[in-house]
């Protein structure tokens, strides 16, 4: 038997590139406007990767790492509960190290005495579990470093305002925050709640009690609510300038023009402020964050000034060793997990969400060069969100196949995809200049994303089996129900067990009688309106090892019954309501990782260049199988001489090294 020589790698730059879609990375490579990215696939191997099942972001970031599917690692979703702990106990969130229960390549290295950076990872990374390397900014979605959600302030003149209207993804700008769990449906888990939105009254400042205040100047007061609880405020100074028209417009601490943080300029982010936020904003007693704001617009005319804030993060506390928090502010300045806005609603939004993505990943860069700089890095492994970000809003309409497709809005939805893979192109630019002729550089997305033109709600589903029983407001009855769902585990069915779980309804002689109930109920659910079916497989516990799903009934995190939906179907409430119907939005984890259109592909994209590897390689997967997600651990082992993961389950991809 042969196998690839070792090639001469001392160094592994990998860029994770969350959602990258490989159908439209070669659309926007060929109109010739990526020259970095084509640069890159030209001297390397681009390859579809298999995502594991669910294809989510959390499962796969960690499969990624470790070499093992949801079964082995744990991370079927954004947390991790204990079968005996009540309903409220808090879960396991995803990023912290305790919810991984498999080995990662970071960890064969530490062993070794080599140092990684791991950089913004949204599984199993925090606290750090490494002697030699660093961890930085853990999480994404449910960590504990964010202090306040993005906010996107309209302040108006208008008198109905007077009271601060209020609207957010389900109308109030309380249920603004930066996970999943609304305990009903798993959509919100895989987007993020979009940052909500607070109508504020702008009135003269001279009338608010302003200080030092120019004349005729109007302002407003920004609440932003917190996400541990209780709000924060700061204050919008807006001047006059000549004939009536707006002037300078600032965020200020207090009514008082001498307490002026930052002064706004259209369609530019501010400079950040480090501010206290207040009595329990933060965690370990950290109340300082860091914001930001950006100007979308003004219009004296109409009284209307528009204005976001950024997620507030927290100033310190999120780097490990001691210390790196302070360099890295010092050196690559503040940081948030989470973009501002959505970016298809216009020109002005689009260009507040270019400013962020790119923000956020040349501030990766940032990091990675100045720890290569002060104490060096040995491999490299950063999360970047940017194309799942644009892909949710824009997927479902820029869909030519699509039942509502609309040429105009399809071509809009695209142009935003294009400015971000622009933006793209120009930061993994800066993070070549990292790599030498040693270093095997991997660009990888955990998953791509295809459309969802279709939304299925299991629990409505469940309800009408008679499985499950809901509360007025939609929420699980657990004393009622015989199965339940964890929102952020949507992939996976729990029996309600007695004996097991604590509020337990199902006597264990009934077990698999209510495990066949939801096999009948999944596997015979169609769509009324296409006649297909809703879900493309589900098994029990027990057969799930076909994929990757196992462990002990009694405590492991997977559910009793696993399953995925079918080829353009959602995990979510349908628009009009019932088990199934009309999708709101695009969604991959939801889907069978091989969903795959002419267009967009639920499949990962690996770009793998460096020493030895096969210039304009690409698999034949029809003829010899997909590349998995599972393999690439192994074969960062491989091509650094350490030995895999010691839970890792695929294989090394001799095929990319020349023989």
């Known amino acids: 038997m042969t196998t690839s020589a070792k090639p001469s790698v001392t160094r592994v730059l990998h860029i994770g590139m969350d959602g990258m879609n490989l159908p439209l990375l ?6 010739g406007i990526l020259p970095t990215f084509s640069a890159l696939m030209a001297r390397g191997s681009v390859n579809r990767v298999m995502p594991t099942i669910p294809a989510w972001t959390p499962t796969n970031w960690a499969t990624m790492v470790t070499g093992a599917p949801a079964g082995t690692h744990g991370l079927g979703g954004w947390s991790v509960r204990r079968r005996a702990d009540p309903w ?5 969130d995803s990023w912290q190290s305790d919810a991984m229960t498999a080995e990662t390549i970071w960890e064969v290295a530490d062993q070794a005495g080599l140092k990684t950076l791991v950089n913004f990872w949204p599984s199993g990374s925090w606290p750090s579990r490494l002697k030699h390397g660093y961890v930085v900014a853990s999480g994404f979605h449910d960590s504990q470093f964010p202090m306040a959600a993005p906010v996107q302030f309209a302040c108006t003149t208008r008198a109905e305002a007077a009271a601060g209207g209020r609207a957010g993804r389900r109308g109030a700008v309380e249920s603004v925050r930066q996970g999943g ?22 009135a003269p400042a001279a009338e608010r009690g302003w200080q030092d205040a120019p004349e005729g100047a109007l302002a407003a007061t920004l609440p932003i609510p917190l996400l541990r609880g209780g709000e924060s405020s700061l ?20 009514q008082d023009a001498a307490t002026r943080l930052v002064a706004l300029e259209e369609g530019r982010w501010s400079s950040f402020v480090t501010r206290d936020w207040g009595a329990g904003s933060g965690v370990n007693g950290n109340t300082q964050g860091t914001v930001r704001f950006h100007l979308l617009g003004s219009d004296a005319a109409n009284g209307l000034v528009r204005v976001v804030s950024s997620q507030v993060y927290a100033a310190g506390g999120w ?35 270019l400013q962020d993505i790119e923000y956020q990943g040349e501030w990766q860069v940032r990091v990675a060069r100045h720890v290569m700089q002060n104490g060096g890095w040995d491999l490299h492994f950063s999360h970047w969100h940017l194309f799942d970000h644009i892909n949710h809003p824009t997927v479902n309409p820029a869909d030519p196949e699509g039942p509502n497709y609309d040429p105009q809005v399809g071509e809009w939805m695209i142009e935003c995809q294009r400015q971000t893979y622009l933006a793209g192109d120009r930061v993994l630019k800066q993070f070549l200049e990292l790599a030498d002729e040693n270093t095997l550089v991997c660009v990888l997305s955990d998953h791509g994303m295809p459309p969802a033109h279709r939304f299925g ?14 509360t007025p407001d939609g929420k699980i009855d657990l004393e ?4 339940y769902i964890l929102a952020d585990r949507g992939s996976e069915v729990y029996v309600s067990l007695q004996g097991r779980e604590p509020f337990g309804t199902v006597p264990p002689e009934k077990l698999d009688a209510v495990k066949d109930a939801v096999l009948d109920a999944l596997l015979d659910w169609r769509d009324p309106l296409t006649d297909k079916r809703v879900v493309a497989l589900a098994l029990k516990l027990e057969d799930a090892a076909v994929i990757g799903f196992w462990g002990d ?4 995190p997977c559910g009793d019954v696993v399953f995925t939906f079918n080829r353009g179907f959602g995990w979510g409430p349908p628009l009009e309501g019932g088990s199934v119907g009309t999708g709101r939005g695009a969604q991959h984890g939801s889907q069978i990782p091989t969903m795959e259109t002419k267009y967009f592909t639920n499949l990962a994209t690996l770009i793998a260049a460096g020493p030895g590897i096969r210039a304009g390689y690409e698999r034949d997967y029809q003829r010899q199988g997909l590349m998995r997600m599972e393999d690439f651990a192994p074969t960062v082992a491989h091509a650094l001489g350490l030995r895999p993961p010691r839970h890792a389950r695929g294989a090394v991809l001799h095929d990319l090294w020349r023989a």
Not at 88 to 92: D, G, I, N, P
Not at 240 to 252: D, E
Request: glycine share 10%; net charge neutral.
């Open 319 to 353: 780097a490990t060793p001691d210390g790196l928090d302070r360099q890295l502010m010092d050196a690559a300045g503040p940081f948030f997990d989470t973009f501002s806005i959505n970016p298809t609603s216009g020109e002005a939004e689009l260009r507040c969400f």
């Open 480 to 483: 009622r129900s015989q199965v």
């Open 235 to 254: 204050q919008l100074l807006v001047e006059r300038g000549t004939g009536g028209a707006f002037g300078r417009i600032s965020v200020c601490e207090r």
């Open 88 to 92: 409220s106990e808090h879960r396991l």
């Open 457 to 470: 709600h299991p629990l409505v589903r469940l309800e009408e089996a008679g499985l499950l029983v809901r």
């Open 181 to 202: 769990r609304s305990g009903s449906t798993v959509d919100t888990a895989e987007t993020g709640i979009v940052p909500g939105s607070i109508v504020c009254r702008l």
């Open 26 to 31: 070669r659309k926007f490579a060929a109109e």
């Open 553 to 556: 009934p009694q405590t492991a």
